[in-house]
T-cell receptor, first 113, second 109 residues
Framework: TAGITQAPTSQILAAGRSMTLRCTQD?????MYWYRQDLGLGLRLIHY???????GKGEVPDGYSVSRANTDDFPLTLASAVPSQTSVYFC????????????FGPGTRLTVL | GQNIDQPTEMTATEGAIVQINCTYQ??????LFWYQQHAGEAPTFLSY??LDGLEEKGRFSSFLSRSKGYSYLLLKELQMKDSASYLC??????????WGAGTKLIIKP
């Protein structure tokens, strides 16, 4: 079973360029989340979606946008990358909204130079 | 503000027992989660507590005291594969997860 997949696995990006991180789940979960994880800090929520067609801002949404056109996909876009967006990005999903047990994808390691 | 505190790093010996503590101050409380994260991998769910007391699941147990804003994860019969980071997360009044920075557990033979 695939669960949650993310692409790419890693990426080096020039500052000012745009990029979309892809996330797909096959568990028919309603809620999906994007986190960034930085050394010494806890996972920080960027954006979330409680159900297809809706999105919400998390703790650190600036510089990022998301869409949820269907249940399975939840892409994260960086419109104009900056070095402070260098991080490991995790996508997660849960059956219900509101902090049900979350299942994580393998992560994308992004370096912005 | 909201705050989750865990020790940064702990070391234990294979076969021993280790207790990882987590204290929290959040706007409301609707449950506490423990996740395990091996280096370079995704976090995976370990346990969930919403009521006071101990939840046991094999070699792992998790305890919660809501009045003290305190939880611990107890790992028994430690194995080398238990070397990982352990993340504490609290679901707040908005049903969002607030995450601690994690405790890196090093197991020595």
């Amino acid at each position: 079973t695939a669960g949650i997949t993310q692409a790419p696995t890693s990426q080096i990006l020039a500052a000012g360029r745009s990029m979309t991180l892809r996330c797909t789940q096959d568990m028919r979960h309603n809620a999906m989340y994007w986190y960034r994880q930085d050394l010494g800090l806890g996972l920080r929520l960027i954006h979330y979606s409680n159900t297809a067609g809706t999105t919400g801002k998390g703790e650190v949404p600036d510089g990022y946008s998301v869409s949820r056109a269907n249940t399975d996909d939840f892409p994260l876009t960086l419109a104009s990358a900056v070095p402070s967006q260098t991080s490991v990005y995790f996508c997660a999903s849960s059956e219900g909204q509101g902090g049900d047990t979350q299942y994580f994808g393998p992560g994308t390691r992004l370096t912005v130079l | 503000g909201q705050n989750i505190d865990q020790p940064t790093e702990m070391t234990a010996t294979e076969g021993a027992i280790v207790q990882i503590n987590c204290t929290y101050q959040t706007s409301g409380f609707n449950g506490l989660f423990w996740y395990q994260q091996h280096a370079g991998e995704a976090p995976t769910f370990l346990s969930y507590n919403v009521l006071d007391g101990l939840e046991e699941k094999g070699r792992f147990s998790s305890f919660l005291s809501r009045s003290k804003g305190y939880s611990y994860l107890l790992l028994k019969e430690l194995q080398m594969k238990d070397s990982a980071s352990y993340l504490c997360a609290v679901r707040d009044s908005n049903y969002q997860l607030i995450w601690g920075a994690g405790t890196k557990l090093i197991i020595k033979p």
